[in-house]
């Protein structure tokens, strides 16, 4: 697959977020790994949003869009780990 082709005519797709030669079958797909840490961490940043300080400030307890209320006590987020892994399996 070319990696600077936007779209996807071929059943090949590269994972740079999975190690090399990692093949998975998936929607009539074969993602395979690349092992590209970088590239896997631009594709990070492009799925999931990155405000900027200066939005932050203004979202204030807003997460993509929904206000939360704020946290107490004890905290340990997952979800968003979850989200991103499983994201990277469609790439």
């Given at each position: 697959?070319?990696?600077?082709?936007?779209?996807?005519?071929?059943?090949?797709?590269?994972?740079?977020?999975?190690?090399?030669?990692?093949a998975?079958?998936?929607?009539e797909y074969?993602?395979?790994?690349?092992?590209?840490?970088?590239?896997?961490?631009?594709?990070?940043?492009?799925?999931?949003?990155?405000?900027?300080?200066?939005?932050?400030?203004?979202?204030?307890?807003?997460?993509?869009?929904?206000?939360?209320?704020?946290?107490?006590?004890?905290f340990?987020?997952?979800?968003?780990?979850?989200?991103?892994?499983?994201?990277?399996?469609?790439?």
């Open positions: 697959a070319n990696k600077n082709d936007e779209t996807c005519d071929s059943k090949v797709i590269e994972n740079p977020c999975a190690f090399a030669g990692y998975l079958e998936w929607d074969t993602l395979i790994g690349t092992g590209d840490a970088h590239r896997c961490v631009e594709e990070v940043q492009r799925l999931i949003p990155h405000p900027s300080e200066a939005d932050l400030a203004k979202l204030g307890s807003h997460v993509g869009g929904v206000e939360h209320p704020p946290i107490r006590g004890k340990l987020a997952m979800s968003l780990f979850f989200f991103a892994l499983d994201s990277l399996r469609e790439l």
